[in-house]
Every structure is written in structure tokens, then in C-alpha cells.
């Protein structure tokens, strides 16, 4: 078995893990650990890196405590609250000007999220940011929907496989659970409120796509910025180490060829 490449298949009522995985900004090139920020932790971190692309990837996969169960589904569910420090709130506004992204895992499939152009065409992308900017004030995404997509062949497989994973954040700062899905929320202004009550919701949805085309929706996946800096870099350390390896090779070559004449 090996993970990413073979189904699991999932029995009704069957826990399905949710895995977070390293912040990434498109703006920087300095990854962070997904507890680097206040966000709820379970009660022990553990490392979940299933694979080695995952690892020659630098992905940094933990566990979350996030309870999400096959077809069951929830609507404004606690997840914990947290206080936040001064410093709390300055890593929040750091990360939302870098315009860093949260990247999450569901079955090996990593979240989109998905936008609407002007012209109606629908792209993804993924992860999602921690929050954003709105007339001088930041606001983080508090609460989340997961909307995981789901398919089901009785004559092939016995259970249910996981072929989508959506996500669709929300900043609100509702007193509770319920108050936080509430459409008179207002947005959760960091600068304003020393507290934040972190919620989910979970939708399963029936899809049509079947397991071995799951990944095709991440081919509208819009790409960040390019870092020419980092090509650059990387093309000068090309050269330099093929001058270093050209120069061995032809000292060895003459010294070889002076002891041949000699």
C-alpha cells in the first residue's frame, strides 16, 4: 500500500483524519509550522508525514483536533477557544501582510478553495489565507466550511472514497458556536477582541468524479507569484558548481596527460 496511491475506502460513520500542513506565503519563500500561530491543537502534536515525496517536499504534515466522521455532517460546531497575547495578535497581522496560506490535508488530497472570476470561469486555489486587510483593520478566518466530496460504487468497492476537499473560510465574531455562523456576524477585527472561538462546519457531498480522477480540479489551481530571485539563485549555484566540476576534470586531465608524456 502505498499512501496517495491506493483508495481508502471509508465505512458510514468512519472517522476520516484531517492533517494540517506547513503555512506558505506567495509573496515570501519562508515556510512555517502550522501551530507557528494560535490556532486550536490537540492534545499531542505528532507528525504525519505518510510518504517520501512529502518529505523530499519539506512538507511539515501534523495532526489536528478536528472531528469530522464519513457522511456525518455538522454545522457550527465548537472547536476551541483561544486567548490572544499582544505578540498573538502582531504574528497575525505579520502573516496576513505576507499574505500567507493554510494549508490543510484530507486523505492526501490538499485543500482548495474556490473563486469566480469576473467572467464566471471557476478557478481554485490552494489552501487558503489566515485572513485580511479591510480599511486599515485585519481580520482572521475563524470559522471554515469543509465541503468533501464523495464517491461510491457498490459494484466496485464496499465503502465510500474521498475524491474532493473544498474549503470556504469566514472571519465572524460571534459570541458562541451558533453567534459565529450567524449572517449578521460581523468580521473578527484581532484589533478589537482579546478572544477568539475557532468553528467548522462539515458538508458531504455526492460527486460524480471517481477516485482516479480527483486530482484533475487541481489543474485550474492558480499559481502564485514567480520568484525570480529564487531561479536566479538557483541557476548561479548551477554554474558554480559546474565550474567547480569542470575544473577538477581538467587539472585531473593534465596531470594525467604530464605523466602520460613524462
Given amino acids: 500500500y502505498l499512501p496517495g496511491f491506493s483508495p481508502n475506502e471509508y465505512r458510514e460513520g468512519q472517522q476520516v483524519e484531517l492533517k494540517v500542513n506547513k503555512l506558505t506565503s506567495v509573496k515570501t519563500q519562508l515556510p512555517y509550522p502550522y501551530y507557528t500561530l494560535p490556532y486550536c491543537k490537540p492534545e499531542k502534536i505528532q507528525d504525519s508525514v505518510e510518504n517520501l515525496g512529502e518529505t523530499l517536499m519539506g512538507d511539515l ?8 466522521h464519513m457522511l456525518a455532517n455538522e454545522t457550527c460546531k465548537e472547536l476551541c477557544k483561544v486567548k490572544l497575547q499582544e505578540a498573538d495578535k502582531d504574528e497575525f497581522r505579520r502573516m496576513i501582510d505576507n499574505e500567507y496560506l493554510v494549508n490543510w490535508m484530507v486523505d ?10 469576473p467572467g464566471g470561469e ?3 486555489w490552494s489552501g487558503f489565507v489566515v485572513g485580511m486587510i479591510h480599511s486599515g483593520h485585519y481580520f482572521i478566518h475563524n470559522h471554515v466550511l469543509l465541503d468533501i ?3 461510491r460504487n457498490p459494484e466496485n468497492a464496499e465503502g465510500f ?9 469566514k472571519s465572524t465574531s460571534g ?8 449572517a449578521s456576524a460581523v468580521g473578527f477585527d484581532i484589533d478589537s477582541n482579546n478572544e477568539v472561538i475557532y468553528t467548522y462546519s462539515v458538508k458531504w457531498t455526492e460527486s460524480p468524479v471517481r477516485w482516479a480522477s480527483r486530482w484533475d480540479v487541481y489543474l485550474k489551481v492558480a499559481g502564485g507569484e514567480i520568484h525570480w ?3 536566479l539563485n538557483s541557476l548561479l549555484i548551477l554554474l558554480f558548481l559546474s565550474a567547480m566540476v569542470a575544473m577538477i576534470l581538467l587539472r585531473t ?3 594525467d596527460i604530464t605523466q602520460y608524456n613524462e
Fill in 149 to 151: 466530496q464523495f464517491h
Fill in 122 to 124: 471557476i478557478t481554485y
Fill in 108 to 117: 492526501n488530497l490538499p485543500a482548495a478553495t474556490r473563486y469566480r472570476r
Fill in 253 to 255: 586531465l593534465h596531470r
Fill in 175 to 182: 459570541a458562541d458556536a451558533a453567534a459565529n455562523c450567524a
Fill in 161 to 169: 472514497r474521498i475524491v474532493g476537499f473544498e474549503v470556504e473560510p
Fill in 229 to 231: 530571485f529564487a531561479i
Fill in 61 to 68: 504534515i501534523e495532526n489536528s483536533p478536528y472531528d469530522i
